[in-house]
Antibody, heavy 114, light 107 residues
Framework: QVHVQQWGAGLLKPSETLSLTCTVY????????WSWIRQSPGKGLEWIGE???????SYSPSLKSRVTISRDASWTQVVLQLKSVTAADTAVYYC????????WGQGTLVTVSS | DTQVTQSPSSLSASVGDRVTITCQAT??????VNWYQQKPGKAPNLVVY???NLEPGVPSRFSGSGSGKHFTLIISNLQPEDIATYYC?????????FGQGTKLELK
């Protein structure tokens, strides 16, 4: 059974960098592909990007210029960084394995406000 | 990019009803579709994976079907605890995408 625990700063000012981390417990981390997803208040789910066990990550075209997703197999962690945030980036951010039987973190509310 | 169009966007039904939610993809994505249930303030909860496989622990009144471009989630014998928003998600091609959601309400 896979368990995902995520954390990171919940309040940012415009132009700052969002940084969130999730740790994966159980399962076979090295065989899994991990994504970040966000959900703006009252809105639907938006895929941000995915990091593979080998090869480069894949990103949403709309966020590609600002986002970096990386993984650390030693700590079974996945990290999301989003540069130059604005109020439009206010959302709940989720770390999840989306292929097949998916597993999701609990979500982290990130608010961008001056 | 593969888009998924989910319908209806909202649905009002009675306890005991059969509810059908559909997703249509713009490209063939085999059976690479998941269905989620989301309640307010909670993370999405997997209901069906790989288009037709029921996640263990999910009641058997839920079922998924489809392949290629057309996918369906059915809830037979609707129960009050099924009231939620439902999303489809395709992982057949990058970038991944979600349907717009179906908000299910009790009549």
């Amino acid at each position: 059974q896979v368990h995902v625990q995520q954390w990171g700063a919940g309040l940012l000012k415009p132009s700052e960098t969002l940084s969130l981390t999730c740790t994966v417990y159980g399962g076979s981390f090295n065989d899994q592909y991990w994504s970040w997803i966000r959900q703006s208040p009252g809105k639907g789910l938006e895929w941000i990007g995915e990091v593979k066990n080998r090869g480069g990550p894949s990103y949403s075209p709309s966020l590609k210029s600002r986002v970096t997703i990386s993984r650390d197999a030693s700590w079974t962690q996945v990290v999301l960084q989003l540069k130059s945030v604005t109020a439009a980036d206010t959302a709940v951010y989720y770390c999840a394995k989306l292929r097949g039987r998916s597993s999701w973190g609990q979500g982290t509310l990130v608010t961008v406000s001056s | 990019d593969t888009q998924v169009t989910q319908s209806p966007s909202s649905l009002s039904a009675s306890v005991g009803d059969r509810v059908t939610i559909t997703c249509q993809a713009t490209q063939h994505i085999s059976d690479y579709v998941n269905w989620y249930q989301q309640k307010p303030g909670k993370a999405p909860n997997l209901v069906v994976y790989d288009a037709s496989n029921l996640e263990p622990g999910v009641p058997s009144r839920f079922s998924g079907s489809g392949s290629g471009k057309h996918f369906t989630l059915i809830i037979s014998n609707l129960q009050p605890e099924d009231i939620a928003t439902y999303y489809c998600q395709q992982y057949g091609s990058l970038p991944f995408s979600f349907g717009q959601g179906t908000k299910l309400e009790l009549k």
